[in-house]
């Protein structure tokens, strides 16, 4: 089994920035996808943005051009680079890794921004 822990979360002031990492406890090299979710305060999980293995990314509307996911398949680590951030990037953040028959989860980083 591959566990997943994210770090770098925190509190930062809206227009600032922060990085994600997802660190996987084994190889991930065969994940179909890996990504990084988020869930607001109250709300449903929501994806974010999503890198394939062949290396495509996809990203949900409100982070295009301000999130960028990325990884380092010799690290079998995630990252998620978040550039001027707003207050409703407020949420904890989640990575995941789809190994086929499962997908794993991490346990989640809070960010939180204020304004």
């Known amino acids: 089994q591959v566990r997943l822990m994210e770090s770098g979360g925190g509190l930062v002031q809206a227009g600032g920035s922060l990085r994600l990492s997802c660190a996987a406890s084994g190889s991930i090299s065969g994940a179909r996808t890996q990504g990084w979710y988020r869930r607001p305060l109250g709300k449903v999980r929501e994806p974010v943005a999503v890198?394939?293995?062949?290396?495509?990314?996809r990203y949900e509307d409100s982070v295009k051009g301000r999130f960028t996911i990325s990884r380092d398949a010799a690290q079998n680590t995630l990252y998620l680079q978040m550039n001027n951030l707003k207050p409703e990037d407020t949420a904890v953040y989640y990575c995941?890794?789809?190994?086929?028959?499962?997908?794993?989860w991490g346990q989640g980083t809070q960010v939180t921004v204020s304004s």
């Open positions: 995941n890794a789809d190994l086929g028959p499962i997908t794993e």
């Open positions: 890198i394939t293995k062949d290396g495509s990314t």
